[in-house]
């Protein structure tokens, strides 16, 4: 009886401590990402989950995660390594497209300084893109240096916005100088989420 419960527990056992072997990823709000993810090719790393919260009763929004070639705690590298990147939102209440619309222009506005007028148009195309995000639902952002910026809603590609440039101010919206709440850009940067 022993042998028999021994070659059932153990492997049982194992897999339960140790998992089957897939990478498991990490959890912030109940919301699961894989440690790695694949863009044309190149395997990007986690490089940290953020908590988007709301209005001083700290509202929980969104999760986010931001996968890097080369995962960094230093927002200037990661916005200036040249590499691709890969943003992915995925929110836990539902958010209408008027107040996503106004999130993005408002990050834009305070992270983007002089450039912002050149990116005005390409903003324009990027809210055209959104409307309302349902909980569970999921927006990416794929840079791709040279490309720009692909954006997928909710597993439809919407299209892909050109420039350098823009990749590097939508980024800086949640890890540049003023992002949406501190612990967002804390926890993208490798810290506690939330």
Do not use: H
């Not at 042998?3 to 072997?21: D, E």
């Not at 070639?69 to 590298?77: I, Q, R, Y």
């Not at 997928?152 to 350098?164: A, R, S």
């Amino acid at each position: 009886m022993k042998s028999i419960a021994r070659r059932i527990l153990v492997p049982l056992l194992a897999t339960v401590c140790f998992g089957s072997g897939t990478a498991l990823g990490k959890a912030c709000n109940s919301a699961d990402f894989p440690d790695q993810v694949q863009v044309d090719g190149a395997t990007l790393s986690l490089n940290g989950l953020g908590l988007r919260q709301a209005t001083f009763l700290k509202v929980n929004v969104y999760v986010a995660a931001l996968y890097a070639a080369k995962p960094s705690k230093d927002p200037g590298v990661l916005l200036g390594s040249g590499a691709p990147t890969e943003l992915v939102l995925r929110f836990v209440r539902d958010v209408g497209a008027d107040d996503l619309r106004k999130a993005w222009s408002e990050g834009f506005e305070k992270n983007s300084g002089q450039m912002l007028p050149a990116l005005k148009e390409r903003i324009g195309t990027l809210n055209g893109w959104l409307g309302d995000v349902k909980t569970g639902q999921r927006l990416v952002f794929i840079s791709k240096p040279g490309a720009g910026v692909t954006v997928e809603v909710n597993g439809t590609m919407k299209g892909t916005i050109k420039g350098d440039d823009f990749a590097k101010a939508l980024l800086s919206i949640w890890i540049g100088a003023d992002p949406p709440n501190p612990e967002i850009k804390s926890g993208l940067l490798g810290g506690p989420c939330g």
